[in-house]
């Protein structure tokens, strides 16, 4: 059963920059393309950022593109989002999982990490 572990979220002004991280369990990692998902209150969940296992083809929704940015760290197990110039509409908790555009069926859900743009 593979495990997701995001973490890096928090409280953070209009403007600012946070960095998530994503630890995945198991060694199957380097073998999955991967995202970054968020959902906010009542709101369905969304796509935002994914990668591809070698970490060179990146796509990004519109809605983020040019402010966030996806990499991974196939050694470490480890998928991370560079998040800058943060508004308050990125206010969400954010997931990791397998890229689902991919056509992969994603794994259960980690617990994922709070996001709030605020001033």
């Known amino acids: 059963q593979v495990q997701l572990v995001e973490s890096g979220g928090g409280l953070v002004q209009p403007g600012g920059s946070l960095r998530l991280s994503c630890l995945v369990s198991?060694?199957?990692?380097?073998?999955?393309?991967m995202a970054w998902y968020r959902q906010a209150p009542g709101k369905q969940r969304e796509l935002v950022a994914r990668?591809?296992?070698?970490?060179?083809?990146?796509d990004y929704a519109d809605s983020v593109k040019g402010r966030f940015s996806i990499s991974r760290d196939n050694a470490k197990n480890t998928v991370y989002l560079q998040m800058n110039s943060l508004k308050p509409e990125d206010t969400a908790i954010y997931y990791c999982n397998v890229d689902e555009w991919a056509g992969h069926r994603t794994w259960s859900w980690g617990q994922g990490t709070q996001v709030t743009v605020d001033s």
């Open positions: 990668i591809q296992i070698n970490g060179n083809t990146k």
């Open positions: 198991g060694n199957i990692f380097r073998f999955y393309p």
